[in-house]
Structure formats: structure tokens, C-alpha cells
């Protein structure tokens, strides 16, 4: 693979990630504009642990949660009104978020009436859209940037 592929290929990535926070920016937008409160009962919690070999371990709290609308049982499993998963970068900070909401224990929970099935407990913004945004458009700024250059490079090789 070439480099203008590959920097042609980091530019598509770019704009699908910028893409990607920007949708899940007005889905968590929505979500907390439309929100209504529903008592809700904490079923599970959990910390998820993942690996990367670079980056090392990052934990995701998991609190799994019933609740009933319009006659209808649901579970859910978001902690914020966003699509994306946040992560902490100790096991001890993904479990103080766990601490707040033990098993068994009634809770306050909110959702979207066009989304039933998405309630979330917490109200404050997370800012993984925006991550995902930034990260997006710093790797389509890079990409374009590369692209732009290897071709003005390879213009000059031919003699153009």
C-alpha cells in the first residue's frame, strides 16, 4: 500500500470518527432534552476491564437497571445519555461510579419517550462525542495535510 492510500485511508477514518461524535453529540443532545424521570431498580453492577497493548487497561462501570414505562419492562445499561461507553483510567474510579448506584437499590433514571428502550441514569454530558470529534477531525486534518503533500511530491517526481 502506498502513502497516498494510506493517507487517503487515515482521512476516510477521520471523517467517519468525526462523524461518529458528532451524531452521538445530538443523540446525548436529544436524549437530555426530551428526558423524562422513571424510578428505576439497579439490577447488576460490574466493572469491565479492557487491554490494549499501548495504551494499558482502561475499566468501564457497568450498572445494569430495570424499569417500567408505559407498562412496558425494560433493562438498560447506560450510565449516560450518550451512545459511546466512557471509560476510567482506574479500576477505582470506574468503582466509585459503581458505588453510586448499589444492587437492588431504587434509583432515579431518565429517557428519551421516542427511545423507551434507552434510559440512562446520569444527566451530565459525557464527553466521549466530543472525543471521538476531536480525534476524528485531528486524524482528517492529518491525513489531508499527508495527502496533500505526498501529492504535491509526486507532481514534482513526474516533472508536472
Known amino acids: 500500500m502506498n502513502d497516498t492510500t494510506k493517507y487517503l485511508l487515515a482521512v476516510v477514518a477521520g471523517l467517519a470518527l468525526l ?17 423524562v424521570e422513571i424510578d428505576a431498580t ?49 479500576r477505582s474510579s470506574a468503582q466509585s461510579v459503581v458505588n453510586e448506584y448499589p444492587e437492588g437499590e431504587a434509583v432515579t ?7 423507551p428502550d434507552e434510559a440512562f441514569l446520569e444527566t451530565d454530558r459525557s464527553w466521549g462525542p466530543y472525543l471521538f470529534a476531536l480525534i476524528g477531525a485531528g486524524l482528517t486534518l492529518a491525513g489531508f495535510v499527508s495527502l496533500t503533500r505526498a501529492l504535491i511530491a509526486d507532481r514534482q517526481r513526474e516533472g508536472v
Not at 431518565?110 to 427511545?115: F, K, Q, R
Open 109 to 115: 433514571a431518565y429517557l428519551d419517550p421516542a427511545e
Open 42 to 90: 439497579v439490577l447488576e453492577t460490574d466493572i469491565d476491564r479492557r487491554s490494549s497493548s499501548g495504551s494499558g487497561s482502561s475499566y468501564y462501570p457497568v450498572v445494569e437497571f430495570e424499569y417500567t414505562y408505559e407498562g412496558e419492562t425494560y433493562t438498560s445499561s447506560n450510565i449516560d445519555a450518550a451512545d459511546s461507553r466512557t471509560s476510567e483510567s482506574s
Open 19 to 35: 462523524w461518529f461524535g458528532y451524531s452521538d453529540y445530538q443523540t446525548q443532545e436529544e436524549r437530555l432534552e426530551n428526558a
